[in-house]
């Protein structure tokens, strides 16, 4: 969604729990994130995509709130996203969360329970999906493309680094959503520096040295590991290589550029392994969710690298999210740093990158941001820095 200046928040951050919007009944909640999924058509929203799952999650929306009235009380109250860094600067910007986050997020903390549509009964993981199962369709069809003037007016997206500039070139909204950059568009930093590693995505990003430091900072969720988020057994030997290791997570926002390249020079290994699971939003405050286990539990798909220099694995998981069409691999066999290596169809998503015990130093300023170490994270805990494909992200630590 839209960002604003850190001056502009004049008002504290709303943390989504099930008592904010106590009284509200979860079968209202579940027609209204069905119907901001059904405006998105532009047969309902004019083309308009902040009437629908784009809209920020103080939209003052009448029809919204004649479902769940009390978020206009909240939207008074509260401002609803989270801050992210600005690289090389001690600021940061708020980032507000789209609508269908939010409502998306209050189901899931609400629990397993069922809720009634029209069609009967259903429990929250399944309005999740349907609901981006549908985005999906919607966005893939023909109509979609009326979508793509209010897309980029409201994301400010920048024309003049597509590799097609021409919006009327795009057959669906979902096209556009995917596009491609021109060549030069998002350069490597440090390119003949052997030993380098760089950012994966358009994103905001955290990284760890090891998944203890993740889970103390970021991944509450007492279920995760590295052999359930490679949906492997433990005494895999690429799994044993890599447990215990160092994680950089890309989470990139619907105004992103979605496709992903590779931060390390290597050789594919493996063809990519689908592992199915959930449709949950992978908003911070999902992840920072103590009882949840986000990047575990939902649809993803892993792609196990040789790097180059260290002859050891390196696993790229992409992982789906809320309204997230598909994940599609693009990747050669033998890859450089930022080279493609695939794109995410509509929705939110992330990347989790998985490096072997010792193997990279993540950049030091990325490291103080995501341990809350830095100024601009004040000390509050986790930041996320905000990130262009081919920005540093390390190097090769020396034997």
Known sequence: MASLPETDITKPVEEIHPKNLEGTHMDDIAHAFRQLVERSHPSNGDGDITQ???????????WLHKFVPKLES???????????????????????????????????????????????????EDILK??????????????????IPSFIKTYNIQLDELLEP??????????????????????????????????????????????????????????????????????????????????????LAPADYHRFHSPADG??????RDIPGQYYTVNPQAVNE???????????????????????????????????????WTHDKQVKRGDEIGYFAYGGSTLVVVFPPGVIEFDDDLVKNSTGASPVAAGKGGLETHMKVGYSLGKMRDA
């Open 290 to 328: 103590p009882k949840l286990d986000v990047f575990t539990r939902n649809k993803r798909s892993v792609l196990l690298l040789e790097h180059e220099i260290s002859k050891q694995p390196v696993a790229i998981v992409a992982v789906g999210a809320l309204l997230v069409g598909s994940i599609v």
């Open 267 to 272: 050789t594919v290994i493996s063809e990519p």
């Open 166 to 251: 021409d919006i009327r070139k795009y057959n669906t909204f979902n096209e556009f959503f995917y596009r491609k950059l021109k060549k030069d568009a998002r350069p490597v930093e440090n390119p003949d520096d052997p030993k380098g590693f760089c950012s994966a995505a358009d994103s905001r990003l955290v990284v760890y040295q090891t998944v203890d430091l993740a889970e103390k900072f970021w991944i509450k969720g007492d279920e995760f590991s590295v052999p359930s988020l490679l949906g492997l057994d433990p005494t895999d030997p690429h799994c044993q290589s890599l447990s215990g290791g160092s994680l950089a997570i890309f989470r």
């Open 74 to 124: 909240l939207a008074d109250k509260y401002h609803v996203g989270n801050f992210v860094a600005i690289r090389g600067t001690n600021q940061r910007f708020f980032e507000s969360m789209p609508i269908y986050a939010r409502l998306g997020m209050h189901l899931l903390f609400c629990g397993h329970e069922q809720v009634k549509l029209l069609e009967g009964s259903k429990h929250v």
């Open 52 to 62: 629908g799952v784009h809209g920020s999650a103080h939209s003052h929306l009448p």
């Open 130 to 147: 349907d609901g981006s199962i549908r985005e999906g369709k919607i966005y893939d069809s023909p109509e979609s493309v009326e979508n």
